[in-house]
């Protein structure tokens, strides 16, 4: 039987960047992904996650393995939510400070990238190969290839980096004392676009993610280097007047785009056929712990998909393999079950924190930056960060611009919350805001953090 050193599933986003760690450590690589290699041909991922916002966690993972600079000319800055509201005015609200920007990437075009530098370095990396069962007594993988020829191969070690239905948590599954729980959410999404003006030039400002927030449902949009926008439609799946199950034809959906996305609406000439022929897709949230058995571990989306809602699960993801990397440069290669122990102790907690605050930034995008007073509660926090830049930190500031465990910012991020709450019942806070005593806010916060 066939046997490999390191067997890494899946060469989506994370196992790709994994795998270059590890080939950088002189280990013997080899990959199996179920897809074909789609490098040669023109990328085709219509109504399919297609681009993604690429933040410090990622970046710092990325520049570990030498690739940050490859990376970044195929990213579009998105410098702050521009907010669109139901008579197609918009206003901006920034991420952080100046400059300070989260980064549009073609899923695709980075999957590619990341492929292609797996293979210069020396992974192998065999596509239309599906793991179908893996015996974990044995570390044993049974692999299917086209002309399903099934092939037995055994491992040292398995990295499961096979996403949010991944094979190696299915086999983890049948252990005894496995925890597991996954949750779909009532909302599902489905892709559209805003495709170039007749100029050749984008359509909106290509520097912001736009919103229109409406309470139960919500539209965004990314820019793409080819001057389109991807548009992401988030609805209710049944219920209500504004759900999927209540767009049945072309009438529906115009009713409903002109009541309450017009702006966008005139911008999207292949709304219907877009709408009909595009998936829609559902959203879940999935836990589970413990993330190894023996020498196989969960990465990524199959230890911990989350809904995408803080644009976090690829930079939490990278952030996984950076840490994972550090911990192997620390104990070596020769020590995986303590290497695999470490890591998920350490990361469950932040994994678990991130899964929470993407739950919770899906009320804030759809509904609460419609809110004149949630720009006042930015500006607050903006000024208090600008003020005291190391007692106040805004909790988008702690998880996007900076590595503090996740975990952590959570925490201060809920104690600068109520104190936020406090501040904002003021009935002048309207007016008042800019000239409040903003010592005493930092002396709150020092407070509650010393209960
Ligand atoms: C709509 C949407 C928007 C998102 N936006 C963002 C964002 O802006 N920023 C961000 O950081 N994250 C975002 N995410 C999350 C991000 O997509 C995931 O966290 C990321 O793709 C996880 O990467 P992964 O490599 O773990 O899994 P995947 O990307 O799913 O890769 C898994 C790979 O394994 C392969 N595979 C699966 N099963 C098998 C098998 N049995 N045998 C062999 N191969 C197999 C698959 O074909 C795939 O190539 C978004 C997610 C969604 C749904
Ligand atoms: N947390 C979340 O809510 C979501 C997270 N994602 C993450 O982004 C990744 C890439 O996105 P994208 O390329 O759009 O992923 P896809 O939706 O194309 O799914 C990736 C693979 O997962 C399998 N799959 C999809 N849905 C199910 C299901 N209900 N039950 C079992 N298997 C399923 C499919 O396998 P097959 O080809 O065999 O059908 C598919 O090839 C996903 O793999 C996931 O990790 C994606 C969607 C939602
Ligand atoms: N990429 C996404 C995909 C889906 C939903 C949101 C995002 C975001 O990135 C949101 C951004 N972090 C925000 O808070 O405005």
Redesign the pocket.
């Not at 599933?9 to 790709?16: C, T």
């Not at 199996?32 to 897809?35: L, N, P, S, T």
């Given at each position: 039987m066939k046997k490999n050193e390191i067997s890494i599933?899946?060469?989506?986003?994370?196992?790709?960047l994994l795998s270059i760690y590890l080939r950088k450590r002189d280990l013997n690589v080899t990959v199996?992904?179920?897809?074909a290699d789609n490098r040669n041909q023109e990328y085709k991922e219509e109504g399919r996650?297609i681009?993604?916002?690429?933040?410090d966690r990622?970046w710092k993972a990325l520049e570990k393995a030498g690739l940050k600079d490859k990376v970044l000319p195929l990213t579009i800055p998105m410098y702050g939510r521009k907010i669109h509201n139901e008579h197609g005015d918009t206003s901006f609200i920034p991420y952080g400070k100046e400059g300070q920007a989260?980064y549009s990437i073609s899923?695709g075009r980075f999957?590619q990238l990341l492929i292609n530098e797996a293979e210069k370095v020396g992974v192998k990396i065999n596509f239309e190969?599906?793991?179908?069962d893996i015996d974990l007594r044995f570390n044993e993988l049974t692999?299917s290839s086209p002309g399903n020829l099934l092939e037995k191969i055994s491992s040292e070690v398995i990295i499961g980096?096979?996403?949010?239905?991944?094979?190696l948590r299915n086999a983890m599954l049948k252990q005894v004392r496995f925890n597991y729980k996954q949750q779909y959410i009532s909302h599902g999404?489905k892709?559209l676009s805003i495709p170039p003006t007749e100029s050749g030039d984008f359509a909106m400002d290509p520097n912001a993610l736009h919103i229109w927030p409406r309470g139960s449902f919500m539209l965004i949009a990314?820019p793409n280097p080819d001057k389109s926008f991807t548009c992401?439609l988030f609805l209710p799946f049944e219920g209500g007047r504004v759900s999927f199950e209540n767009i049945r034809d072309e009438k529906d959906l115009k009713g409903i785009f002109k009541t309450y996305f017009d702006d966008a609406y005139q911008l999207m000439p292949q709304l219907a056929d877009q709408y009909f022929t595009n998936p829609t897709?559902a959203?879940i949230d999935i836990e589970c712990y413990p993330w190894m058995l023996n020498k196989a571990l969960l990465?990524?989306?199959?230890s911990h998909?989350?809904v995408?809602f803080?644009?976090?699960?690829?930079?939490?993801?990278?952030e996984d393999c950076y840490i994972l990397d550090n911990l192997i440069e620390k104990l070596g290669t020769t020590a995986w079950e303590l290497v695999f122990a470490k890591f998920q102790k350490i990361r469950k907690p932040d994994t678990d924190a991130i899964s929470q605050l993407a739950m919770e930034n899906f009320e804030e995008m759809k509904e609460q930056v419609a809110d004149p007073k949630f720009i006042i509660r930015k500006k607050i926090e903006a000024k208090l960060h600008q003020l005291f830049p190391k007692d106040w930190i805004p909790l988008y500031t702690m998880v996007t611009f900076s590595d503090m465990p996740y975990s952590e910012a959570y925490a201060l991020g809920k104690l600068q919350e109520k104190i936020m709450d406090r501040v904002m019942a003021d009935p002048l806070i309207t007016e008042n805001w800019d000239k409040m005593d903003y010592e005493d806010i930092i002396d709150q916060l020092d407070k509650a953090k010393a209960v």
């Open positions: 599933l899946g060469s989506g986003l994370i196992g790709s199996y992904e179920k897809r996650s681009n993604m916002a690429l933040s990622g989260i899923r999957n190969h599906r793991i179908e692999v980096s096979d996403g949010a239905y991944s094979s999404y892709e990314l992401t897709s959203l990465i990524g989306d199959a998909a989350m995408p803080y644009g976090q699960g690829m930079n939490c993801g990278f």
